[in-house]
């Protein structure tokens, strides 16, 4: 069964902090991973991964796969307020698959 | 310039009734998607166009939900007898080409809050 898991589930921290979240996957015809945070309603895409052990990087977050692992991270460092989301984990196969997403609230 | 507009915004029904949301995609986009997500849940993959044509219908939870395109334009999700379970927040997203196979950057919608009562 095609399945994607995101850890932990919740996680607050203080700003400045660093966070690393997981993404695990199984999924038949694996074709990309991305990644997206998500205010309010609507997500916004922050990365697509498709090839393992390839960092990307845009400002304080990064993320990379392992495909060895079938797993992704997503670190964000020096964290601000305005990272306090629910940061989804998608992975494209047969169709799409989204885990339920790991709420981020960062506190002053 | 726009981006993916949806409407209502909020719409209530009552159990039974069939409702109709609306996704108008960004100017040029040939892929349209649509998702649902309920509450406590992830985002859910319902269908996605490509131009008017639906490749891939294997999302839409039941046979009570049904989309349309035309003019690989305007999109429509049709949910008949709404249930209670139909509860949630449907989002729309377009890109400018698309597809599982080939992905491109998904601009959202704002969603539409959908309660049955």
């Known amino acids: 069964e095609d399945k994607v898991v995101q850890s932990p589930l919740s996680l607050v921290v203080h700003e400045g902090d660093t966070v690393t979240l997981n993404c695990s996957y199984e999924?038949?015809?694996?074709?990309?991973l991305l990644w997206y945070k998500q205010e309010k309603k609507a997500p916004t895409f922050l990365f697509m991964l498709?090839?393992?052990?390839i960092e990307k990087k845009s400002g304080r977050l990064s993320s990379i796969l392992d495909k060895k692992e079938l797993s992704s991270i997503l670190n964000i460092t020096a964290t601000q307020t305005g990272d306090s989301a629910i940061y989804l984990c998608?992975?494209?196969?047969?169709?799409?698959?989204f885990g339920t997403g790991t709420s981020l609230t960062v506190i002053p | 310039g726009a981006g993916v507009s949806q409407s209502p915004s909020n719409k209530v029904t009552e159990k039974g009734k069939d409702v109709e949301l609306r996704c108008d995609p960004i100017?040029?986009?040939?892929?349209l998607y649509w998702y649902r997500q309920s509450l406590g849940q992830g985002l859910e993959f319902l269908i996605y166009?490509?131009?008017?044509?639906?490749?891939?219908k294997s999302g839409l939870p039941s046979d009570r939900f049904s989309a349309e395109r035309t003019g690989g334009s305007v999109s429509t999700l049709t949910i008949q007898r709404t249930q209670q379970e139909d509860s949630a927040v449907y989002l729309c997203?377009?890109?400018?080409?698309?597809?599982?196979?080939?992905?491109?950057?998904?601009?959202f919608g704002p969603g539409t809050r959908l309660t049955v009562l």
């Open positions: 498709t090839s393992s052990g």
């Open positions: 997203a377009s890109s400018l080409t698309g597809g599982v196979r080939s992905y491109n950057e998904q601009f």
């Open positions: 166009f490509q131009g008017n044509s639906a490749p891939d």
């Open positions: 998608a992975l494209t196969g047969n169709q799409f698959y």
């Open positions: 100017s040029g986009h040939t892929a």
């Open positions: 999924v038949t015809n694996f074709r990309s």
